[in-house]
């Protein structure tokens, strides 16, 4: 028995069968029950089910459990026989009917802009569908068993599950699986965008034969880079009338029906941009900044990656559309312009599309001390949306809508869209 900070002892949860009522649910797509008013994080159970459970990680302030059995089971549950998430762990919402997992997600980032970014009653609309719910997933990164063949890791192991039992991706990326076959590849990447394909290998100790197919082929380097051998690894893709090009390990979403809608809900979240200025920060290859340019805005792209920034450049060029591009990182972008360093004029309109962890405090404030009027934040984690959200707020903004979207059935992730006014 061990003593918390306060010198009392703490009496550690039963390791037996406990029946518990699952009131909660996290972000990262956990349901949450109580024992002795400890959270106990529960894979697999759902908001209002009552469930046996079976704790097997037992920690100061909060234990996780095995979901043994069902026993009153949502009426938001796919399949209440059998309430094991999928064996691979990736689609931890797969024993969730599309539209629970959308009623989930909605409430996910309701709570979290609640409970992180302070908010009451923040103005969050019910999660959309996009797209199809199966096959929707249009690039996966496999690891290889021992007899060659394609997969993914069962959770706690090195056990490889074959590709084709995933529901997620798309039949092309499948088609490229079976052209594969096998390989004494490490890991293989396959995308499939429109048209294109391309196939990236991990090579492992050994030697390596390339397999032969209708798709481009790169090997990667021991540094991270890859080197073309066979066509130009480079992909295409159509989205919302928009073509875009890229290279076979550049950015770009999983989801083509999901980008769509991405870039559907950020015009919809600017309104008219005709003549304004428009910062698109963590810009990518373009996805947002060529739908902004081609309905009027004056647009500066800002993009880290140098090699996504360059595509930015070139995807414009092609459109025939004028695009600025500062292949720089955000932060130091908007430091400068804030000290007026910069050679940017201040913007009307920010759009930004950070990565998981956020843009961050630093960044933030930056942003808001010029003052845009509108700010749309295209956010792929609930969580930093909500730690960013809580900065903007305490700088002058106001929360006028937050769109989500299931770019990623079947999983936890959501993406939201969210709009902050002055």
Known sequence: MSQDQSGRRRVPLPRDEQTVTVDGFT???????????????VPGALPGETVTLRVVDDRKRWARADLVTVVEPSPDRADADDPQRHDCGGCDLEHVTPEGQRRLKTRVVREQLERLGGLTEPPVADCLAVGPATGYRNRARFHVDADGRLGFFAPGSHDVLPADSCRALSPEVLAVVDEIGTTSAAEVTVRAHGQTRAVVLRPGPGGLELPEGGFDLLLEQPDGSTVAMRGEGVLTEQVADHRYRFGATAFFQNNTAGADALVREVLRATGPVDGALVWDLYAGVGLLSLPLAAAGAEVVAVEGNEEAAEWAGRNAADAGLDLRVEATGVHPFLRAARKGDGAADPPDIVVLDPPRTGAGEDAVKDLVALA??????????????????KTLVAGGYRLTAAQPLDLFPMTHHVETVATFTR
């Open 27 to 41: 972000h990262g797509g956990e349901g949450v029950a109580r024992l002795e008013g400890k959270a106990v994080f």
């Open 372 to 389: 845009p009027a509108t700010i749309v934040y295209v956010a792929c984690d609930p969580a930093s949306l909500a730690r960013d959200a």
